[in-house]
């Protein structure tokens, strides 16, 4: 990721190290959308290299991608930009799979990625909404693990939220 | 109080504790290598963090969606069965949901002169369209609360978002939940039994939060005040108010009088809007709005209850409640007068109620249209949207059920009245229900203490 910046002033460049020794040379203002590499740059100073050992290059990646789009449209804050960004973000998360989804996810909730956090947490919702029980375990592969009788019992307490 | 209750049940055995101690344990374990991309089954179950699992809960539509997915395993049922997922639910909805987007229904009543006629139908935001007959909108039978069939002859008297204050032809009272399905009776009130020459004029029903929690403000859901206010009156008296106190579980009358001594009667729904009782003066035209605060106990500095002239000039019969809406609208006070030009052409005016803390109102016009309408010869204004300012719900000739947006000058047509509900020859009465994020529980009553606090 090379920075194509239009701007007079030289920005800071930092380097990220993922967890398979991928690296990535990204604006600091990009990667100071995430909370934990804005904290790193605040207290450490000028270390300009960071070694981020939990997450893997493909989905540090992916975040990094996602921080330049938001980090570049939110210098000039009109509506249209607004526009612009939801519908890259609906993209962005139309066809992550399961697999992709989860280790993005824990990887935004790594590096306090808020507002990819609510991204990523509201698609996971979208996929619960309107789905039965069955379909809900189905989607996300998770067995159920009650005991006989106990799912009824829960049921029968709360029966308007089942009808 | 329904979540901490059934988390506070021995549902599980000692044998699913030990069960969750290790699965505990092994999530610890587990979580350490991030890094693995291959997929497993165990992530949305175990792995992943409570946190991350709760900001995913919390984005789910509604407690009804919430409830189910509690279903799909032990874990997700342990966080959702939690004693403070409720209030914190409730929170983020409060915090990040657009009103635009909220669930709501008009419930629409045949009002006849004598009693009321007890056909209703309802309107349905989700779906978009009427709904007909009252079986549809109750259910058959309640599901829980101290009623166990549904009331006959039931009336909805007065709303509070998603609680409903409801009369049986026997003049018992209810509070109801149509969407738990929940009902209870409340005590006869002494006076206004509904029997003989006193006539019950006037309901209301205000809820307040019992206390608000810092980290997520207050929230009315499980636990929370309320009070209902009956208003009767004979033929020789001013009116008598009665109030029914959550706290006491009892009723008293209180020592009122209304500031429009003229006041014949009430009769209309009340409209409330930040704890305030609103009603409209008169039985079937009226003069002006009564403001009545039911939790204001000692009457302090005389603003318990207070009289609102209307915006516009009242003939001297009185106004003709077809002609005019009133109702609240994302927690203002609103009233409309739609003026008949010709056929098919129309004006309409919205205005909204300020007030200033002496209690002095004041008249806002935010809305100023001439509606041109080919071939219509009459138009009601029937209800205000309760979370889009831009909008209005009429009845156009008798026949539609539409809604009009300010902005754009359209109409939304949303569906034809059933027959059954003879709206050539009935009043109808209006009852705008807020589906919250969560439904509500009625509380039961308890006489523990004598005092109602304000």
Not at chain 2, 12 to 18: A, K, L, M, R, V
Not at chain 2, 30 to 45: G, Q, R, T
Request: glycine share 6%; with cysteine; net charge negative.
């Amino acid at each position: 990721m090379s920075s194509s910046s239009t701007t007079t002033t030289t920005t800071r460049l930092l380097m990220l190290k993922a967890s398979d020794g991928v690296t990535f040379e990204v604006e600091e203002a990009v990667a100071t959308k995430l909370g934990a590499i804005n904290n790193m740059v605040e207290e450490e100073g000028s270390e300009d290299l960071i070694c981020l050992p939990n997450v893997n290059g493909k989905f540090l990646g992916m975040v990094l991608e996602w921080c330049k789009k938001h980090a570049n449209n939110n210098t000039n804050s009109d509506k249209g930009n607004d526009e612009v960004n939801k519908w890259w973000d609906k993209e962005f998360v139309m066809d992550l799979d399961q697999n992709t989804l989860y280790h993005l996810l824990m990887a935004a909730d790594y590096l306090s990625g808020t507002e990819l956090v609510d991204l990523l947490t509201e698609k996971v919702a979208s996929m619960i909404r309107g789905k039965k029980v069955e379909e809900i375990r189905e989607t996300f592969k998770i067995k159920s693990d009650f005991l006989p009788g106990q799912e009824e019992e829960i049921r029968k307490k709360n029966s308007w939220a089942f009808e | 109080m329904v979540g901490r209750r059934i988390a506070e049940d021995n549902v599980w055995t000692q044998q699913d504790i030990s069960n969750k101690r290790r699965r505990k344990i092994s999530k610890i374990k587990k979580k350490e290598p991030l890094i693995s991309s291959h997929a497993s089954s165990k992530f949305w179950a175990d792995i992943v963090s409570d946190d991350i699992l709760l900001e995913i809960f919390f984005r789910l539509p509604d407690g009804r969606t919430a409830l189910q997915s509690a279903l799909v395993c032990k874990h997700w049922y342990s966080l959702i069965y939690n004693s403070q997922f409720i209030d914190r639910f409730i929170c983020h909805h409060n915090d990040h949901h657009h009103h635009q987007q909220q669930h709501h229904s008009l419930l629409f009543q045949r009002v006849s002169c004598a009693r009321r006629n007890m056909y209703m139908c309802y309107f349905d935001s989700k779906l978009g369209r009427l709904v007909s007959g009252k079986n549809n909108f109750f259910g058959e039978r309640p599901l829980s609360g101290n009623v166990k069939t549904l009331p006959s002859g039931m009336f909805v008297e007065a709303v509070f978002n998603d609680l409903l204050l409801v009369t049986d032809k026997k003049y018992k009272i209810y509070i109801c939940n149509p969407l738990r399905r929940q009902w209870m009776q409340l005590p006869d009130p002494p006076l206004g039994g509904g029997f003989g020459f006193r006539a019950r004029t006037g309901y209301g029903l205000v809820c307040r939060a019992n206390s608000c929690n810092t980290e997520v403000g207050c929230s009315i859901n499980v636990e929370y005040r309320y009070r209902v206010v009956l208003i009767s009156s004979t033929v020789m008296d001013d009116p008598t108010v009665e109030i029914f106190c959550s706290e006491t579980g009892k009723w008293r009358t209180l020592d009122v009088s209304f500031p429009n001594q003229e006041t014949e009667s009430f009769g209309f729904h009340p409209v409330v809007c930040n704890g305030i009782l609103y009603w409209l003066d008169g039985k079937r035209s009226f003069y002006g709005i009564s403001a009545f605060d039911p939790f204001n106990d000692e009457d302090d500095g005389g603003k318990r209850c207070r009289y609102v002239e209307l915006p516009i000039d009242v003939p001297e019969d009185g106004l003709l409640v077809d002609k005019t809406c009133f109702g609240a609208c994302l927690g203002r006070v609103r009233f409309a007068h739609l003026r008949k030009i010709n056929t098919g052409y129309f004006e309409l005016r919205v205005w909204e109620l300020s007030c200033d803390d002496d209690g002095i109102a004041a008249w806002d016009l935010v809305h100023h249209v001439r509606i041109e309408r080919e071939n219509t010869k009459k138009m009601v204004p029937l209800a205000f949207h309760p979370s889009n300012g831009d909008a209005i719900f009429m009845s156009c000739d008798d026949i539609q059920f539409c809604q009009y947006e300010f902005k754009t000058y359209k109409y939304k047509e949303l569906g034809e009245w059933p027959d059954q509900m003879e709206i050539r020859k009935w009043r109808v009465s209006v009852s705008s229900l807020v589906h919250p994020p969560w439904p509500k529980s009625i509380p039961t009553l308890s006489s523990t203490s004598d005092e109602c606090i304000a």
